[in-house]
C-alpha cells in the first residue's frame, strides 16, 4: 500500500513570498489533515477535510494560509505572504473514516528567510 | 494549545535497556495514541489505548493509561539503536482534533 505522499520534501522562501505545498492521501481515506511542526514541537493542526469538506479550520491563520481538496482525493496548502515565523514542517496526514490511526506524510520543510 | 506533556523532554540510554516516557493530559479522553518521528520524516503511529483500558501491548512496547491521574506511559523494552526518535503522545477528546505534545527525543546507544 502507498503511502501518503508530500511535495515538495523543502522549500525556501524569501518572506512575503507565497508556497504551496502537495498531498496526496493513501487511497480511499475520507480524512486529510495538514500539521505544522515547528521545531522542538508537536504537530499542530491547522485544518482537517473530510472527503472535500472542511471539519475544522480554526487554527488555520485565515489571512495568510490557504488549503483545498476539491475532488475529495489530494489536497494543497497555500501561504501567501509568507513570514518568518512559517518557518516548520508542513505534514499532511490521512486516515480512514471509522479509524483514529492517522498516516503520515513525510512532511515538506519550509524555511523562510 | 497542546494537552499532552511528555516528561522526560529527552532521555539517552544504552542498547538493551528499557525505556519509559510518560505523558501527562488535561481534559477528560476518548483514547490517547503514541506516535514516533524519525529525524527528518513523518510519524508512526505506535499503539492506542481506550479510555476504559489500563494496559496494552504491542511486541517491545507496553503502554498504560492512569485516567485518574490523566497520565499515560510508553515503556520500550530492550530498546535498540533503531528506537532513536521523538515520541509524542496524542489524545483524542470527543470530535475535537488529535492534540499532540512537544515529544521525548530518545537517543539509544549502541
Known amino acids: 500500500e502507498a503511502g501518503v505522499a508530500q511535495s515538495p520534501r523543502y522549500k525556501i522562501i524569501e518572506k512575503r513570498q507565497s508556497v504551496a505545498f502537495w498531498c496526496n492521501p493513501i487511497?480511499?481515506?475520507?480524512?486529510l489533515y495538514w500539521y505544522q511542526q515547528i521545531l522542538g514541537q508537536g504537530p499542530k493542526l491547522l485544518i482537517q477535510?473530510?472527503?472535500?469538506?472542511?471539519?475544522?479550520d480554526s487554527q488555520l491563520p485565515k489571512d495568510r494560509f490557504s488549503a483545498e481538496r476539491l475532488k475529495g482525493v489530494d489536497s494543497t496548502l497555500k501561504i501567501q505572504p509568507a513570514k518568518l515565523e512559517d518557518s516548520a514542517v508542513y505534514l499532511c496526514?490521512?486516515?480512514?473514516?471509522?479509524?483514529?490511526?492517522?498516516?503520515f506524510g513525510p512532511g515538506t520543510r519550509l524555511t523562510v528567510t | 494549545s497542546q494537552q499532552g506533556e511528555e516528561d522526560p523532554q529527552a532521555l539517552s540510554i544504552q542498547e538493551g535497556e528499557n525505556a519509559t516516557m510518560n505523558c501527562s493530559y488535561k481534559t477528560s479522553i476518548n483514547n490517547l495514541q503514541w506516535y514516533r518521528q524519525n529525524s527528518g520524516r513523518g510519524l508512526v503511529h505506535l499503539i492506542l489505548i481506550r479510555s476504559n483500558e489500563r494496559e496494552k501491548h504491542s511486541g517491545r512496547l507496553r503502554v498504560t493509561l492512569d485516567t485518574s491521574k490523566k497520565s499515560s506511559s510508553l515503556l520500550i523494552t530492550a530498546s535498540r539503536a533503531a528506537d532513536t526518535a521523538s515520541y509524542f503522545c496524542a489524545t483524542n477528546s470527543g470530535n475535537t482534533p488529535l492534540v499532540f505534545g512537544k515529544g521525548t527525543r530518545l537517543s539509544v546507544i549502541a
Open positions: 487511497s480511499g481515506h475520507a480524512t
Open positions: 496526514a490521512s486516515k480512514p473514516l471509522l479509524s483514529y490511526e492517522q498516516y
Open positions: 477535510f473530510q472527503n472535500n469538506g472542511v471539519v475544522d
